[in-house]
């Protein structure tokens, strides 16, 4: 438009540093009362041309989101499942009168208390914790124009992660889960770690099967660590008043499925151990607890048991078959409780169902054989390292090797350089 020029660049620019000592760690539980965790930082303001402003603010705030879609029936009111919260909210002014500022860089120092309490930052599918930053400045107008000039405004994401102990070795830390789906046919239990770090822990799971009934055998054992978002709404940013709530369930490191009976040594009248691992990586969330969602975790076990008819005799194949390619869907994870005839194949389709369930399977040849689900659940804990890399995490260790003190992230951040030697 004649008359107006554009500007290649704003008023005034602002960024904000925060202090590379601050890492985004915070220590202990949620409930737990301990000292606040400081952050400090700056924020620069760079102006290019005289502007008159009345504030210059940064602000810290969290704030917890979820959405949960309901369906509408005619004639009904639904509720919204939609509610916003805020975790934290705190500011500082730089300035607060109104000022001149000449062209220039301006460095401002700030520092922010955050409370223990405070959950980790979580981005889910059906909700969202997260922190920021957030500066900005309010313009009077430009010392050379008599129009109000535009308000400048820029924001940083603040990732906060919780540490539940130093980064010693967890190995110690396990817990023994006694199943009890069909006890006088199948005696079993499991172990597994009760706390694994997201960036690159271990679980070790140790399974110990006894099948007690003749004629029956263990014909595939699934394993897999199960993800629980919980989200819920209160009801009291709803219109209607009324609450909602969703779980969602999924698998972040897919699952492993075997087959005892395919084992040319297999024996179902003696006692048998497996044992498999799991590589944790950052596709895992960390546990949280708040009062719109809490993340959970479990090592799900599912042991399909089946009952071979009298009038035959087992022949196991000769190898034995490992997967955990997303062909195994079909396997113990997805049993339901129907118990009608389903078609000739090996590989099931069924629904999603939990242990203590009971399904007969018509084979090829015509025999109706007789299946059942045994499940168990070993509660863990996922919780951040107590430092983190800078960049690209290096390569984990091989999974054969034990994390002994000290443990692999203290090796690569603690130990000294190697010197140089003189070659002469």
Not at 277 to 297: E, G, I, K, Q
Request: net charge neutral; hydrophobic share 30%.
């Amino acid at each position: 438009m004649p008359g107006f020029k554009a500007h290649s660049k704003e008023d005034a620019t602002i960024d904000i540093t925060v202090d590379p000592s601050f890492t985004g760690i915070l220590r202990g539980v949620t409930d737990y009362d301990g000292e606040c965790t400081e952050l400090e930082g700056t924020c620069r303001l760079t102006v290019h041309r005289p502007i008159r402003i009345r504030q210059f603010r940064i602000v810290l705030e969290g704030r917890c989101k979820v959405k949960i879609k309901s369906g509408s029936t005619v004639g009904v009111p639904t509720s919204e499942g939609l509610e916003c919260r805020t975790v934290i909210y705190r500011t500082h002014d730089f300035l607060e009168q109104d000022m001149t500022l000449d062209p220039g860089s301006f460095v401002y120092p700030f520092k922010f208390d955050l409370p223990p309490d405070l959950p980790a930052t979580f981005h889910g599918k059906r909700g969202a914790i997260r922190y920021r930053l957030r500066s900005h400045i309010k313009q009077l107008s430009r010392v050379s124009s008599m129009f109000s000039g535009n308000d400048v405004s820029v924001k940083k994401e603040l990732p906060i992660r919780r540490c539940l102990l130093n980064d010693l070795p967890v190995m110690g830390l396990v817990e023994r889960v006694q199943g009890k789906d069909y006890p006088e046919k199948l005696v079993y239990h499991a172990q597994a770690p009760t706390l694994v770090y997201r960036e690159g822990g271990l679980i070790h799971l140790d399974l110990h099967l006894q099948v007690k009934e003749p004629h029956h055998l263990v014909r595939s054992v699934t394993c897999a660590l199960r993800e629980r978002v919980h989200y819920r709404t209160t009801g009291q940013q709803s219109l209607t008043c009324q609450s909602a709530s969703l779980t969602d369930e999924s698998f972040p490191l897919g699952w492993s499925t075997f087959y005892p009976s395919k084992d040319p040594d297999y024996d179902p009248t003696q006692p048998q151990t497996y044992n498999a691992v799991f590589r944790v990586c950052p596709r895992v969330n960390s546990d949280t607890a708040y009062r719109l969602l809490r993340v959970s975790h479990h090592v799900a076990v599912n042991i399909m048991l089946e009952k071979e008819p009298h009038d035959t005799c087992m022949t196991p194949p000769p190898t034995l078959s490992r997967s955990s390619s997303s062909s195994s869907i079909s396997s113990i994870f997805s049993l339901g409780r129907s118990s009608s005839p389903g078609p000739a194949t090996e590989d099931i389709k069924l629904t999603t169902g939990n242990g203590g369930t009971h399904h007969v399977v018509k084979r090829d040849d015509g025999r109706e054989v007789n299946q059942f689900l045994c499940s168990l659940e070993l509660p863990l804990v996922v919780a951040s390292r107590e430092r983190c890399w800078e960049g690209d995490m290096p390569s984990p260790p091989a999974y054969k090797s034990a994390e002994e003190p000290p443990s692999y992230g203290q090796t690569l951040e603690q130990l000294p350089p190697v010197p140089f030697y003189p070659t002469s």
